[in-house]
């Protein structure tokens, strides 16, 4: 926190560990969090809700469902916890946090478990 206010500063850790437990700053979790104009907002509900009735008629047609879901890992440490005053969490947009990845891709279903897998770190599709 101390290097965020005062860029220009330098200070002792040991000090500065002293002065942030003085004044109760703790490490605590920092929030991802995503931003959405609310036009997109009411679009990706409105999606949701068109794609939940779809599975619904899926499922009750006799079709079977397969769940896909990705994974992507990355080589880059991203620190979890921050320095920051007390009742506050610092966020930082995900956007900021784009890097080359390695995803995996698979699809499940009740009915036979694992269907699909896939890993790369570009897709062709």
Partial sequence: MFHRVY??????????????KMYKIWKRKILFTKTYKPKKKKQMQAWKEE????????????????????????????????????????????KALNETTKALLMGISFEDGLEHSRSSTTWKI
């Fill in 7 to 20: 860029p220009d500063k330098r200070i002792n850790p040991t000090l500065l560990s002293r002065v942030y």
């Fill in 51 to 94: 794609m939940a009735l779809k599975i619904k008629e899926c499922d009750s047609d006799g079709f079977k469902i397969v769940y896909i879901d990705e994974t992507m890992f990355t080589r880059k440490a991203i620190h979890t916890e921050e320095y920051c005053l007390p009742s506050q969490n610092i966020e930082i947009q995900q």
